[in-house]
């Protein structure tokens, strides 16, 4: 396989080319870094949301958009699909390298944390990318500066000016998006957090509502994370029977039933304190080859209409 961040490299260059026509706003730092705001201090949108989740997919994903219901109401949903979930969604995709810097506070994802591999996920799969440059996705409610972007670049082994910084706010279009975008994610994530090969698992679809933007950040979190474990659905084909299948989906976890924001205020916003079972999606269906066919859980309209404010 083709480094991942080359490959996103290339999809940014794309976002850069097309910047005007995506409402994407590009700057070049001091540092000869550059950031692309995706939805911070602009609105977003959703070919913008489409294009970034490919960018933290490293290419390895199709997203398209389309329109559903929930509680009755068409709603814009995303679909997501890839051949190599390991890959697009565990080593690149997932938001898996804090930023905690004196002056800013954001969550990382895409494939420049493959640079690192020090997550334990990166054993599981035996992949480490080596190349010059690094795309990290950043949600935050700040465009990253060069602080962020020397850390980055200390961290990934690259030189400043190898450092591409895509940023979106939870509070945005395009963060409404690329959060439905990860129902595929954490179904893969959560099976391989229960045992199972990540390898074993040959492709993955899903498909999850885009919340409605909330008007801070806080509810856009807490709406967001809503739309994956009670309106997400997933379907994996996998290589090998296991036993823990029916723990993958958000029903498993004691804390269903409830809304994120309670959720995360009962941890005072520390996801760290959130079990990892909630972040999941609400239905899924593993598709043993030469076996049998697992549907589990089953999406709560009720509570994504009180969520979404529908």
Known sequence: MESLNRMATDLVDEAIDFADELNVAVARLDNEAVVLDFGVE???????????????????????????????????????????????????????????????????????????????????????????????????????????????????????????????????????????????????????????????????????????VGDDEETAIARTNDALAYGGRAHLVVDRAFDRFDEVPSSAAAEYDRPFAEIFDDADWDFYDVPASVFAPAQVTVDVVGGPTHVLGEPDHDLLAESFDL
Do not use: N
Not at 58 to 84: I, K
Not at 91 to 99: M, N, P, V, Y
Not at 101 to 130: H, I, K, N, T
Not at 170 to 180: N, P
């Open 42 to 212: 602009i609105p977003g949108g959703l070919e913008a949301g489409l294009l970034l989740t490919e960018i933290a997919t490293a290419g390895l994903s199709t997203v398209s958009t389309t329109v559903d219901t929930v509680a009755g109401a068409p709603l814009t949903h995303v679909e997501l699909s890839t051949d190599h979930p390991a890959l697009a969604l565990l080593c690149a995709q997932k938001a898996g390298w804090e930023l905690s810097l004196d002056d800013f506070e954001g969550l990382g994802g895409g494939p420049a944390r493959a640079l690192v591999a020090e997550e334990d996920v990166f054993q599981r799969v035996g992949y480490r990318d080596e190349f010059d440059f690094a795309v990290l996705a950043v949600e935050g409610d700040q465009v990253p500066d060069e602080s962020v972007a020397e850390h980055v670049a200390e961290v990934a082994g690259v030189p400043e000016s190898g450092v591409f910084l895509p940023a979106f706010s939870s509070a945005s279009i395009t963060g409404s998006v690329t959060m439905a975008a990860r129902a595929a994610e954490l179904a893969v994530f959560r099976l391989s957090e229960l045992g199972y090969d990540p390898l074993d698992v040959l492709s993955v679809s899903a498909t999850a509502p885009v919340a409605p």
